[in-house]
């Protein structure tokens, strides 16, 4: 009983970390644009018909580094609802190391899923359990066959 317990609540985790990594790498712009908002960026919408030039000639699905009077701006354009992502430095380095914290938990999920299997495997011929040794039925006691 114990052992279908273990083996449900395995499949239990497997499919939720697939469940949210699949839907994490379906919507892998809606979760740039999130962490973009999160770490201070602003939301420009272009209002003349320049703006919206500049916009469509930059990039899509990268942050452009623009120099204008003197400072320095990180743009992630968003064309398809013509809108654009805006940040200083500080915004940018505090993207980067979001960038960076949430590629280090992808990385965590994917070890532990590469566990999960492994011992998903290891259990699927009975391993060293119940059966074996001096209390199992394999070796050991005297007359139990």
Not at 115 to 127: H, I, P, T
Request: charged share 10%.
């Amino acid at each position: 009983m114990k052992q279908i317990r273990t083996s449900f609540n395995t499949i239990s985790v497997i499919a939720l970390l697939a469940l949210t990594a699949g839907c994490a790498t379906t919507s892998s712009t809606q979760n740039k644009e999130s962490m973009l908002v999160a770490s201070g960026f602003k939301v420009i919408t272009p209002k003349t018909a320049a703006q919206q030039q500049k916009l469509q000639q930059l990039p899509p699905g990268h942050v452009a580094m623009v120099h204008r009077q003197g400072r320095t701006f990180y743009i992630f354009p968003d064309a398809a609802h013509n809108q654009a992502y805006v940040g200083g430095p500080h915004e940018y380095q505090a993207y980067q190391q979001m960038v960076a914290a949430n590629h280090l938990a992808n990385e965590q999920l994917e070890t532990a899923q590469m566990y999960q299997d492994a011992e998903m495997q290891w259990g699927a011929w009975g391993g060293w359990g119940m059966g074996w040794g001096p209390m199992g039925m394999g070796v050991g006691r005297v007359g139990r066959f």
